[in-house]
């Protein structure tokens, strides 16, 4: 008898969510349409959509097209329903964002810090979420998940940075401190690149691909490979580290992660930004950071652009191993280094260069379109996958 009436409250609770996400994926949707798309009985749609309504997750947007009758009420998601907020870590740098549920952002920092502690990081995290709420008027309670992106070797099942070299942390039980900082607010932690082939998945060029990889041309370098319309993760999670992948075993610059030649090593802002330092006259050593070679007055300086060429040949030879490897239908570049055109046209070059025509001439090798930084967009959709499973937002 019990057994019977979990059942039912299970059942329940499955046609809700059922009906909130066909909402969600096809709004502006009629009742109609809900019914067709999810199975259920006209009736049973609108029991479920009243108290959608009444509890103002869901509005009523407009009126729908005839199809004969009288036109249908259109359903969507109310975007202020509930919030989510989101956070990008990366080697001394932390972005936080507050989201609504249509992914407009209302309120985002950036800041500048030395990010080997995680104590003072989470202590930055929860300060800006402290003020952002406070300025933005919002709702403590309506915000109801983090997405959280780090570099590193992430444990998604046990929310720690196992190792990341860039932020120096070992083990660090970053989704525990976050949530704890946060009053308690569910945390979920993402690789940075992970979260950034995501947000290419849900709003960005991969959309309509199966089969395309990430990579983030920073100061690490690392893949999020979507195989199949999924994530790969590989067997603990750990899969996409082609910063590592060793390019020059002897006589390579050493790694911050201990190693010689390393992808990133090699490839990275760091080294792009030391080799200009010592190789080109008449550059301020002190003041030149990445913005200046890439979009800046040194993008038009000829050995600037000639270590571009370079840097980007290398980082093609990386991308011409993974067309070989995964055969993906698209490569999106992100990151600083993926603002430098000549960079870009080498990575290009190169990696058609080396595969078989038959591979190269499938794939499509593009910048990011997104206006905001695909990391960030990912811990939104990172949350909003959270979001989405709960029974009830407020
Ligand atoms: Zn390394």
Redesign the pocket.
């Known amino acids: 008898m019990q057994r019977g009436s979990r059942n039912s409250q299970d059942l329940k609770l499955f046609n809700r969510l059922l009906v909130r996400n066909v909402i969600r994926e096809k709004a502006p949707v009629a009742r109609f349409e809900i019914a067709r798309e999810t199975g259920l009985t006209p009736s049973a749609v609108t029991v479920i959509v009243n108290d959608l309504i009444g509890e103002g997750a869901v509005s009523e947007m407009r009126l729908g097209r005839s199809t004969g009758g009288r036109r249908p009420v259109m359903l969507g998601i109310n975007p202020k329903a509930a919030f989510v907020f989101g956070v990008r870590l990366q080697k001394n740098q932390i972005e936080m964002a507050i989201f609504d549920l249509g992914g407009t952002i209302l309120n985002k920092e950036l800041q500048t810090l030395d990010t080997s502690d995680p104590t003072e990081v989470v202590e930055e995290i929860g300060g800006y979420f402290d003020r952002a709420i406070i300025e933005s008027d919002l709702d403590r309670k309506k915000i109801l998940w983090c997405g959280l992106a780090s570099p590193g070797l992430i444990n998604s099942h046990s929310g720690e940075v196992v190792r990341s070299?860039n932020l120096n942390w070992l083990n660090v039980p970053i989704r525990d401190l976050t949530s704890h900082r946060l009053d308690g607010m569910p945390v979920q932690l993402e690789h940075n690149v992970t979260a950034a082939a995501l947000a290419e998945m849900e709003y960005g060029v991969g959309k309509q691909c199966m089969n395309f990889i990430s990579i983030n041309l920073s100061v690490g370098i690392s893949a999020g490979i979507i195989l199949d319309g999924r994530v790969y993760r590989g067997d603990s999670g750990y899969a996409g580290e082609l910063?590592?992948m060793t390019l020059f075993p002897v006589g390579g610059p050493r790694?911050?992660?201990?190693?010689y030649g390393?992808f990133?090593?090699v490839c990275g802002v760091n080294r792009v930004l030391e080799r200009i330092k010592t190789e080109v006259r008449s550059v301020d050593v002190e003041t030149i950071g990445i913005h200046d070679v890439v979009a800046g007055s040194l993008s038009r300086n000829p050995q600037v652009r000639n270590i571009l060429e370079e840097t980007g040949g290398l980082i093609g030879i990386a991308v011409a191993n993974l067309l070989s490897l995964f055969n993906p239908s698209m490569i999106v570049l992100s990151g600083e280094l993926s603002k430098a055109d000549v960079l870009v046209n080498a990575i290009v070059a190169k990696a058609k260069q080396m595969t078989f025509d038959e591979v190269s001439s499938s794939v499509r090798i593009v910048t990011t379109e997104m206006k905001k930084e695909p990391q960030l967009i990912g811990t939104y959709v990172t949350a909003m996958k959270k979001v989405f499973m709960l029974d009830h937002w407020v």
Do not use: L
């Open positions: 070299s910063g590592h790694c911050a992660c201990g190693q390393c990133e090593a």
